[in-house]
Every structure is written in structure tokens, then in C-alpha cells.
């Protein structure tokens, strides 16, 4: 039980991840085909780290931001309280024209069935805790 602690902090339980951008680019996302495809294309170097277009800081593609016509590699910052969410805003809108991504992006390497990205992770689990199981036993 100590090993098993100090390998997975206080509790004895290993840390858990998220993962939302694979499932952007899916087939049942519903999301735009051009936001899909630049997932696919994209990697960790097209993610522009900024607090413009919500108000907090967030993470979006490159990629998105030029299309709208913007630098992003020179974009201002903002604060959330003073944030316009109307129809009148003047900046692009994050999600619908500026699109987010994690920094994950880069092992994206197509569209494909939301299916087979679940699959994939339950396969690395599975492979993860049997290596581990082995360091133990």
C-alpha cells in the first residue's frame, strides 16, 4: 500500500485525464467539417494560448483565428468583466468562428467513427494497468 500511495498520491488512486478534442473530430460531432479537419491538421504548435474572445484565458487553433482575419501571434488580452456576449460584439465568436483544441491535437490523425476513439482509449487503459499490475507482482 505505500508504493502503491506514493505512485498515486494520497488516496491510492492514480490521476485522472480528459479528453474532449478527438471527439471533435468525429463523425457524430456536430460540429463544422472545417473545424474537424483542422483538428486533423493541426498540432500542438497551432494552439494560440488567449483571453479575447470570452474574457478568460482558453486555448484556440491558429488556424481559426486567421480565417477571421485576425494575428495570432498579436492578439490583445480581455477581461470577462467587460465581456459582450451580444449580437453587437465586434470580435469573432469563440466556438462558433474561433474554434477551441487542446494541445492533444497533434495525435488526431483523422476524422473517425466517436467509436473507435473509445475504443482506442479502453485498449491503453487495459494495456496501462496490466503493465503496471506487473511492476507489483
Same mark, same amino acid.
Given at each position: 500500500?505505500? !508504493?502503491?500511495? !506514493?505512485?498515486?498520491?494520497?488516496?491510492? #488512486?492514480?490521476?485522472?485525464?480528459?479528453? /474532449?478534442?478527438?471527439?471533435?473530430? =468525429?463523425? @457524430?460531432?456536430?460540429?463544422? !467539417?472545417?473545424?474537424?479537419? #483542422?483538428?486533423?491538421?493541426?498540432?500542438? @504548435?497551432?494552439?494560440?494560448?488567449?483571453?479575447?474572445?470570452?474574457?478568460?484565458? /482558453?486555448?484556440?487553433?491558429?488556424?481559426?483565428?486567421?480565417?477571421?482575419? #485576425? %494575428?495570432? %501571434?498579436n492578439?490583445? =488580452?480581455?477581461?470577462a468583466? =467587460?465581456?459582450?456576449?451580444?449580437?453587437?460584439?465586434?470580435?469573432?465568436?469563440?466556438?462558433? =468562428?474561433?474554434w477551441?483544441?487542446?494541445?492533444?491535437?497533434?495525435? $488526431?490523425?483523422?476524422?473517425?467513427?466517436? *467509436? @473507435?476513439? $473509445?475504443?482506442?482509449?479502453? *485498449?491503453?487503459?487495459?494495456?496501462? /494497468?496490466?503493465?503496471?499490475?506487473? @511492476?507489483?507482482?
Open positions: 500500500q505505500a !508504493r502503491w500511495s !506514493r505512485n498515486f498520491g494520497p488516496m491510492g #488512486m492514480p490521476d485522472l485525464g480528459y479528453a /474532449g478534442s478527438p471527439f471533435i473530430a =468525429t463523425d @457524430e460531432a456536430n460540429a463544422d !467539417r472545417s473545424y474537424k479537419d #483542422m483538428i486533423v491538421d493541426s498540432g500542438a @504548435e497551432d494552439i494560440v494560448y488567449s483571453s479575447l474572445f470570452t474574457g478568460v484565458w /482558453g486555448n484556440y487553433l491558429k488556424g481559426s483565428i486567421k480565417a477571421a482575419g #485576425m %494575428d495570432p %501571434d492578439l490583445p =488580452t480581455a477581461e468583466s =467587460t465581456m459582450n456576449f451580444g449580437q453587437d460584439q465586434e470580435k469573432p465568436k469563440a466556438w462558433k =468562428t474561433i477551441g483544441s487542446g494541445q492533444g491535437i497533434g495525435a $488526431v490523425k483523422s476524422v473517425v467513427p466517436a *467509436r @473507435e476513439i $473509445v475504443d482506442r482509449m479502453a *485498449r491503453e487503459y487495459t494495456a496501462a /494497468g496490466k503493465k503496471l499490475a506487473a @511492476e507489483f507482482s
